[in-house]
């Protein structure tokens, strides 16, 4: 199983709500990040949170940690129909390499 | 200004043949990785490489060969290619080992296999 799984598996809102999409992992991570991909693109980083934080903010997304429950949140407010992607949560277990789930497909409805 | 870049985009081709992916970035990283992505979406590391040298080799079978001139390059070379490996491959860089900073990925290239 994977180590880091995003819920839901897909998304589908109008715009102007908010979106909230969860992360669980399984072992114990220095840091979690989270990436953005537009269908036929690559992935874009859009935040990271280290393993000794428990909330970021970076215009309108929220990143809330919550180590003890292994898992992360992220939420994006007032959605516009350009936020419809994939977005997925990667987690950095000291391996020297990012471990990423399978995503949580977003679509906004105009 | 493409900060990393693969070549091609898409390559379609027939089981048995050998291809090779490009993968150049311009960000004066020091490490750069081979991921696939298959048709579920699910995005797996395939190698890492920090200055040249080889860092990560997940389990990933002896037909795939990576190779790095420099540390700007990290090419990706397929042998016997099978249709399991029809995927999206995607080449990321960062800026150093250990912590994990930001990886920085490219366009990805589709590859095919018939």
């Known amino acids: 199983s994977q180590q880091g799984e995003e819920d839901p598996q897909a998304l589908s809102i109008q715009e102007g709500e908010n979106a909230t999409m969860n992360c669980s992992y399984k072992?114990?991570?220095?840091?979690l990040q989270w990436y953005r991909q537009n269908s036929g693109r690559g992935l874009v980083h859009l935040i990271l949170?280290?393993?000794?934080?428990r909330e970021k903010h970076s215009g309108r997304l929220r990143v809330t940690l919550d180590t003890s429950k292994k898992s992360s949140s992220l939420l994006i407010t007032a959605s516009r129909a350009a936020d419809t992607a994939s977005y997925f949560c990667?987690?950095?277990?000291?391996?020297?390499?990012?471990?990423f789930g399978s995503g949580t497909r977003l679509q906004v409805q105009p | 200004d493409t900060a990393v870049s693969q070549t091609p985009k898409y390559l379609v081709t027939q089981m048995g043949n050998d291809k090779s992916i490009k993968c150049e970035q311009n960000?004066?990283?020091?490490?750069m990785y081979w991921y696939k992505q298959d048709s579920k979406k699910f995005l797996k590391i395939m190698f890492s490489?920090?200055?040249?040298?080889?860092?990560i080799n997940e389990t990933v079978p002896n037909r795939f060969s990576p190779k790095s001139p420099d540390k700007a390059h990290l090419n990706l070379h397929i042998n016997s290619l099978e249709l399991g490996d029809s995927a999206v491959y995607f080449c990321?860089?960062?800026?150093?080992?250990?912590?994990?900073?930001?990886?920085?990925f490219g366009p990805g290239t589709r590859l095919l296999v018939l």
């Open positions: 949170i280290r393993s000794n934080e």
């Open positions: 072992t114990s991570i220095n840091n």
């Open positions: 990667a987690t950095d277990t000291g391996r020297r390499a990012l471990t």
């Open positions: 960000l004066g990283h020091d490490t």
């Open positions: 490489y920090n200055n040249k040298e080889l860092i």
């Open positions: 990321a860089s960062s800026p150093a080992t250990g912590y994990q900073e930001t990886q920085y």
